[in-house]
């Protein structure tokens, strides 16, 4: 849903806004919310909804009171109220999906309490922004040094500037708890801002700070992802998945979330599949479970004895011989419900023009090269000869 003036360039990024898919039109934005009510209009007597959407930097975004009655749009810059100044923002969603939203994320819709908007960003405010944003990964790099001479078991990835340039939040990540006292005191004193340090979560870091996955497309986390639910390792075996954790982890370090995109239809697909660790009961022998596929709803089965052998059978006669084995009957053999399994061979290299030789370049080595050098070797001999007889003459 990109606008028209973010084509990509040769350097990678758009021609148009120059800001990594953050436009003015609002129409590349990662987490954008399409208005899809903005061309009905409200019943007679109903007022327009005051709350106004308005995204800041990278997925953060808040909901403030519209309370001087500007006429705002998408892709709107506004200043907007802060504990203390201003800071500046896009507005992301105007109009009555404001209230589904923050019905959805439980925002309290009490107007005292509220946040407001004070105005449309001027260009001064504009070009403050802008100054502050260019400041901070030079402000990032040097937070980190300082955290690192001080011996701080943290990581600093990423700096947020209030739009007024007054305030920088610190985002960072670590496994423990840290003193950052001096750390703030330092860094005050160093860039002369007020400080805000603020934790986060593997999983936030690589939601402000992207990347490509191992799909090769851009993060879920970054792009559309809003909330962040927990991935087990069980979710990995219902998908009968290998469990390497080098290619089940994302950027974050920690299991993909992409992992549960499809953990319910599995799940369902598991309602009556036989369990892994099914034991049937033959008068030939035990049979053990050695493969499943939940799709093809089939199963392969090995006697004890013979485990090299496997035999195929779908659910149902497993269902059917499970059914027999809880009334205590047997049945005479696996074979007797096998069923033939023709599986297609995969052409790996297919000859197709005849140039299947990797030598076909080299230059053919000629056929009667022995010969030609006995041929030699009978030279060289009689010319010794023949100089030995002269030399005795």
Same mark, same amino acid.
């Given at each position: ?5 973010? $084509? ?27 208005? /899809? ?17 308005? !995204? ?12 001087? #009655?500007?006429? %705002? ?10 504990? $203390? ?11 009555? &999906? ?11 819709? *009490? ?7 004070? !105005? ?10 802008? =100054? ?11 937070? @980190?040094?300082?955290?690192?001479? %001080?011996? &701080? ?16 939040t610190f985002y960072y990540t670590a496994d423990e708890r840290v003193d950052f006292r001096q750390l703030i005191k330092d860094m005050a004193k160093a860039f002369g801002i ?8 593997? @999983?936030?870091?690589?939601?402000? +700070? ?6 090769? @497309? ?5 792009? /559309? &992802?809003?909330?962040?639910? $927990? ?22 370090? =920690? ?14 697909? +598991? ?8 034991? %049937? ?11 499943? *596929?939940?799709?093809?709803?089939? +199963? ?8 090299? #052998? ?15 084995? =809880? ?30 030789? +990797? ?5 053919? =080595?000629?056929?009667?090269? !022995? ?23």
């Open positions: 849903m990109g606008c028209s003036s973010c $084509s990509t360039g040769k350097d990678g990024q758009p021609k148009g806004c120059k800001n990594n898919g953050t436009c003015g039109t609002d129409g590349c934005n990662k987490l954008t919310v399409f208005d /899809w009510l903005s061309n009905m209009s409200l019943p007679n007597g109903e007022r327009p909804f005051d709350f106004v959407e308005v !995204r800041f930097k990278n997925s953060r975004k808040e909901f403030f009171r519209n309370t001087e #009655n500007l006429s %705002l749009s998408i892709g709107d810059i506004v200043a907007t109220q802060a504990q $203390s100044g201003h800071d500046i923002g896009m507005v992301t969603l105007t109009g009555e &999906l404001v209230r589904v939203q923050m019905k959805r994320k439980k925002e309290s819709f *009490d107007e005292t309490s509220a946040s407001k908007i004070y !105005r449309k960003a001027t260009q001064k405010d504009i070009d403050i922004w802008q =100054k502050c944003r260019n400041r901070e990964e030079e402000i990032k790099k040097r937070a @980190r040094e300082i955290a690192i001479i %001080l011996k &701080l078991q943290m990581k600093i990835s990423d700096v947020e500037f209030q739009g007024d340039g007054s305030k920088a007020r400080i805000e340090m603020r934790q986060i979560g593997y @999983r936030q870091e690589a939601q402000r +700070l992207g990347g490509i996955g191992s799909c090769g @497309r851009e993060l879920c986390c970054s792009t /559309w &992802l809003t909330d962040f639910r $927990s991935v087990s390792t069980s979710a990995a075996r219902y998908q009968q998945l290998s469990l390497n954790p080098q290619k089940l982890a994302g950027q974050c370090g =920690k299991l993909k979330c992409c992992l549960n995109y499809e953990l319910d239809v599995y799940l369902d697909a +598991l309602k009556d599949f036989p369990s892994q660790d099914t034991k %049937l009961f033959t008068d030939k022998g035990l049979a053990f479970c050695q493969k499943t *596929d939940i799709f093809k709803e089939m +199963l392969w089965f090995s006697y004890k004895e013979d485990p090299g #052998n496997w035999h195929v059978l779908t659910k149902d006669q497993v269902n059917t011989i499970l059914a027999k084995n =809880k009334k205590k009957e047997k049945v005479a053999s696996l074979e007797m419900y096998a069923i033939d399994v023709n599986v297609e061979e995969k052409v790996v290299f297919e000859n197709v023009v005849g140039q299947d030789s +990797l030598t076909r370049f080299d230059k053919p =080595k000629g056929k009667n090269t !022995r010969n030609k050098n006995k041929n030699r070797n009978r030279n060289k001999n009689k010319n010794r000869n023949r100089k030995r007889n002269q030399k005795n003459a």
